[in-house]
């Protein structure tokens, strides 16, 4: 994990090589892949990819199912070194038996064991939607600088954007390291590893074009749960 402070954690091994590499060989069998898209369209000059987003399709639910899995195990350690990840935003209380209940602070995070951490957890946040997104060698990449909080659409599903990950799924090219602007940081990709970071302009970020081969990654977002659930009864 990092130890920069710079809210940009990376988590080696989150997925076996092997799988990675059939990822990689069901997406290039799928001929799902579409042009790439940004938040206001297809822009090729912003973001030169072919993507599939899995999300909701019956043929890729196992591979959505073990994406999502992976990266919540990470986000409990994320959520164990920054805190106020879980704690900042919403005023989320805890059981503390005998039917009484306590707002949680961050002293309760060091006692509090994983299966209590995954249920406020899931409490509080979802998955996004899922893109699995090629790169091709000398001419793809995402060389706009952007974040990846916004107004978006009626239901404001961009603006309940909380963190956004990356797994990366090979490694064999040079560059396309994916490069954060304030923090002056490019992490370099490292076939199964997966990348944390938080979605607001403060990490600002680029996908830098790869040199040498092809690039694959699968990247979504944690997001808040609606406010209808989050404040259900109150």
């Known amino acids: ?8 954690e990376i988590y080696d091994g989150v997925l076996d090589q092997q799988v990675c590499r059939s990822l990689l060989q069901r997406f290039e069998a799928s001929g799902q892949e579409r042009p790439g898209l940004v938040g206001g369209g297809c822009y090729p000059e912003l973001k030169h990819s072919r993507d599939i ?9 196992d ?27 919403l005023m989320v209380q805890r059981n503390a038996g005998n039917g009484a209940f306590e707002r949680l602070e961050q002293r ?3 006692t509090m064991d994983d299966a209590e951490l995954s249920r406020i957890a ?5 998955p996004g939607r899922i893109n699995l997104q090629h790169y091709r ?14 107004p978006r659409a ?56 790869p040199q040498g081969g092809d690039k694959f990654i699968a990247t979504s977002w944690i997001l808040f ?9 109150s």
């Open 1 to 8: 994990m990092s130890v920069n402070g710079d809210f940009i």
């Open 154 to 209: 009626a239901n404001a599903e961009t603006l309940h954007r909380h963190l956004l990950w990356t797994l990366y799924l090979n490694d064999d090219f040079a560059e396309g390291e994916t490069e954060f602007l304030y923090q002056a940081r490019r992490v370099k990709p490292r076939t199964g590893s997966l990348l944390i970071a938080p979605t607001a302009f403060t990490h600002t970020h680029r996908g830098n074009r």
């Open 225 to 233: 749960q609606p406010a209808e659930k989050l404040y259900a009864g």
């Open 122 to 126: 899931s409490s509080v946040f979802r």
């Open 108 to 110: 309760h995070m060091t």
């Open 63 to 89: 591979v959505e199912q073990t994406l999502n899995q992976a990266v919540f195990l990470r986000l409990l350690d994320y959520l164990r070194r920054y805190n106020h990840a879980l704690i900042a935003p």
């Open 137 to 150: 060698a000398d001419e793809g990449g995402y060389p706009y600088w952007h974040c990846e909080l916004y």
């Open 53 to 61: 987003c899995i999300s909701g399709r019956p043929d890729w639910r």
